[in-house]
Nanobody, 120 residues
Framework: QFHLVESGGGLVQPGGSLKLSCAASGIMLDYIAIGWFRQVPGEEREGVSC????????YYGDFVKGRFTITKDVAKNTVYLEMNNLRPEDTAVYFC?????????????WGQGTRVTVSS
């Protein structure tokens, strides 16, 4: 059974940094594309960043380019999202999803999410 578990969310001041982790089980991450999404109440879930199974294709939403970085550790079967220069509008529940499509707007399976709050 495919399972995703996120961690690393929390409260951070504007301009601060957080690193999210998503541990996968049931399938190896070098076989599938995986990504990070976020959702605020009343809005649709949006793709933040996705990485292909071979790491050749990486997508970033325009709202995070230059601030967030997605990486993958195949040995640990874990994908990370390093978030820098956080802004209040980055406040959301962040979900790990896989496998994802090329447009990074769909995932078949989801983790439970981890909350990120950016506030002074």
């Amino acid at each position: 059974q495919f399972h995703l578990v996120e961690s690393g969310g929390g409260l951070v001041q504007p301009g601060g940094s957080l690193k999210l982790s998503c541990a996968a089980s049931g399938i190896m991450l070098d076989y599938i594309a995986i990504g990070w999404f976020r959702q605020v109440p009343g809005e649709e879930r949006e793709g933040v960043s996705c990485i292909s199974r071979d790491d050749d294709d990486i997508y970033y939403g325009d709202f995070v380019k230059g601030r967030f970085t997605i990486t993958k550790d195949v040995a640990k079967n874990t994908v990370y999202l390093e978030m820098n220069n956080l802004r209040p509008e980055d406040t959301a529940v962040y979900f790990c999803g896989a496998p994802v499509n090329q447009e990074c707007d769909y995932a078949e399976y989801w983790g439970q999410g981890t909350r990120v709050t950016v506030s002074s």
